[in-house]
């Protein structure tokens, strides 16, 4: 009976769990973790993690402008030196800093807003010695936004958004210049606003189920509702960030995106985040964390992080990839940031920044994992033997195959694979089965991308 080959080499569409194991398309994994979906359609190890600095105790976030990656404190004098990071000192409410909600360039000086350790919400403008809003219609709330094409600063007040007078973050009384959006009473569901962000220059209102999209202006008169997306919101206002000219953000049940329908242009939300559902919503369950978004416009990706696991989609319009992944890293993450195409992250007073040309994690390895979906290569209710394997790949693994979707403890012994396998013949491996999954796991401290794996079989027939 002859050898038949079947070879695996496209993997962009990253992990998808909609479908069950043994129905699944082979471009769809079953798992990738701490890895990720590169333009050639290889599934290559993430970048590793390189300790940048350990800042003096005392400050919290991480902001990148003016050059500098800034960060916050409310008590004493803190000097960070005169390398990429600087302190800035928050003043006129005595409290220590727990957490940055939001943090944006205005009129060249930071607007911010911070949560203290005993709950109180402030916002802070460093134009002045003294730095807190003091003006009494600022609703001081974690849901903040900067509007340019209004010059304004918008935030959220229960069922209503405030907004700053124009060019004036510290004014937000003024009659005919501040004033409210009167957001609430066009939900049908919930009516508090829980987040903030802009969308084709609107402002996008979101509750914890619906989203409305306001056009914003300088003039107040000119403001107006423009469009409604019923039955999707968020409670993470962290999460809500532009991504390739859509809005994406976590919900209570996974990531989910408002998008203009190419052909009505009317708004609409899109389950861009449907693939993984069944890891995220037991990840944000209860969590301690607060989800915190960002797009890293050095590499393309989405990047959420809860504790220490970071959900990342990487999309490529060229390469028409569209690939979710995850990463696990050591420690907890409580702030993002990039400046000149690096990105950082904060883990308590501990920076670090993910390097391309470093394949651990400050000197400690970390595990890729891959599995594929159980294929019945392309003859269903087939038995077939497989014979032999061959795999392209930069660096080594420890691969098996699994021949029993029913067992899943049915995998053949793990043989440990280097590089090309093709010049050197097939690398001999023994199982039967209908369909098989391949899985690939990789421990070390080198480079690992995988290009493609060819199994080698014969067909038995029907059982």
Not at 362 to 381: H, I, T
Request: proline share 4%; charged share 20%; with cysteine.
């Amino acid at each position: 009976m002859a050898v038949k080959s079947i070879t695996f080499d496209k993997f962009d569409l990253g992990i998808d769990l909609r479908k069950g194991a043994s129905v699944s398309d082979a471009n769809r994994l079953r798992d990738m973790t701490n890895a990720y979906v590169t333009t050639g359609l290889a599934t290559q190890k993430r970048p590793g993690l390189v300790k940048v600095a350990e800042l003096t105790p005392g400050t919290k976030g991480l902001f990148a402008a003016f050059g500098k990656l800034n960060c916050f404190y409310s008590e004493g004098t803190i000097n960070l030196g005169t390398g990429i990071f600087n302190a800035i000192k928050l003043t006129g409410y005595a409290a220590k800093l727990k957490e940055v909600w939001f943090a944006d360039v205005f009129n060249g000086q930071i607007y911010t807003s911070v949560e203290y350790e005993n709950g109180v919400v402030r916002h802070h403008y460093t134009d002045n010695v003294t730095t807190l809003i003091t003006d009494g219609n600022c609703p001081h709330s974690k849901a903040v936004i900067k509007a340019s094409t209004a010059n304004k600063i918008f935030a959220a007040n229960g069922e209503t958004v405030r907004y700053c007078a124009t060019d004036k973050p510290r004014d937000w009384t003024t009659a005919n210049d501040a004033g409210f959006l009167p957001t609430g009473l066009r939900f049908q569901g919930a009516r508090d606003a829980k987040a903030l962000g802009i969308y084709k220059n609107n402002l996008v209102v979101l509750t914890q189920d619906g989203g409305q999209t306001w056009s914003v202006d300088p003039d107040p008169t000119r403001m107006a509702l423009t469009d409604t997306v019923d039955n999707v919101g968020t409670n993470f206002p962290k999460t809500v960030t532009n991504v390739s000219g859509d809005l994406y953000f976590l919900s209570d049940f996974g990531f989910r995106s408002i998008t203009t329908q190419q052909w009505t242009n009317n708004l609409s939300d899109a389950d861009v985040g449907s693939p993984i559902d069944d890891l995220v919503k037991p990840v944000i369950r209860n969590t301690p964390f607060v989800p915190t978004s960002f797009f890293h416009y050095g590499t393309g990706q989405y990047l959420c992080i809860v504790g220490n696991i970071i959900f990342v989609y990487s999309l490529s319009r060229s390469s028409k990839i569209a690939a979710w992944s995850r990463y696990t890293i050591p420690s907890t993450v409580d702030a993002f940031a990039e400046l000149n195409g690096t990105l950082y992250f904060r883990s308590g007073d501990s920076v670090y920044r993910f390097a391309p040309d470093a394949y651990d994690d400050d000197g400690q390895p970390f595990k890729v994992s891959l599995e594929l979906p159980y294929m019945d290569l392309k003859a269903p209710g087939q038995l077939k033997q497989i014979m032999g394997v061959d795999l392209v790949m930069e660096g080594e693994c420890d691969f098996s195959i699994g021949f029993d979707v029913r067992n899943a403890d049915c995998y053949t012994p793990v043989v440990r694979l280097r590089g090309n396998t093709r010049p050197g013949g097939m690398i001999p491996m023994s199982c039967s089965g209908t369909e098989f999954s391949l899985r690939f796991n990789c421990l070390n401290k080198k480079l690992f991308r995988l290009d493609s794996a060819t199994l080698y079989y014969e067909e038995l027939g029907a059982i």
